[in-house]
Nanobody, 128 residues
Framework: QLQASGGGLVQAGGSLSLSCAAS????????MGWFRQAPGKEREFVAV????????YYADSVKGRFTISRSNTRNTVYLQMNSLKPEDTAVYYC???????????????????????WGQGTLVTVSS
């Protein structure tokens, strides 16, 4: 089970830090991703980190503002979000899948359909 937390209301330009803690299973062999879904829109990819934290990849819309990280000892993945914009408003979901081979990273992990486990989502609202 994945439990996302850390969402809330923040003004544009502000920061939030999301966490996704796994229970009942280890994430140490999993690639971990963050997705988001804004009202009336489809779920979209935000960021992904590979199982050993040697590779990360970001959507163009968040590159340079968001940072994904993980702690396998804490069984947790994080998403640090800076310089938030109103268009970042969405429910944010963490997801896990069995690690892909290096040549498949990140392409295979951009699709939500590649993931095996999902957190329940945490709402981020950015006011203008």
């Amino acid at each position: 089970q994945l439990q996302a937390s850390g969402g809330g209301l923040v003004q544009a330009g502000g920061s939030l830090s999301l966490s996704c803690a796994a229970s009942g299973r280890t994430i140490s062999s999993s690639d971990m991703g963050w997705f988001r879904q804004a009202p009336g829109k489809e779920r979209e990819f935000v960021a992904v980190t590979n199982w050993v934290s040697t590779s990360t990849y970001y959507a163009d819309s968040v590159k340079g503002r968001f940072t994904i990280s993980r702690s396998n000892t804490r069984n947790t993945v994080y998403l640090q979000m800076n310089s938030l914009k109103p268009e970042d408003t969405a429910v944010y979901y963490c997801a896990a899948r069995r690690r892909v081979i290096a040549s498949e990273f990140p392409k295979k992990l951009l699709s939500q359909y590649e993931y095996d486990y999902w957190g329940q989502g945490t709402l981020v609202t950015v006011s203008s």
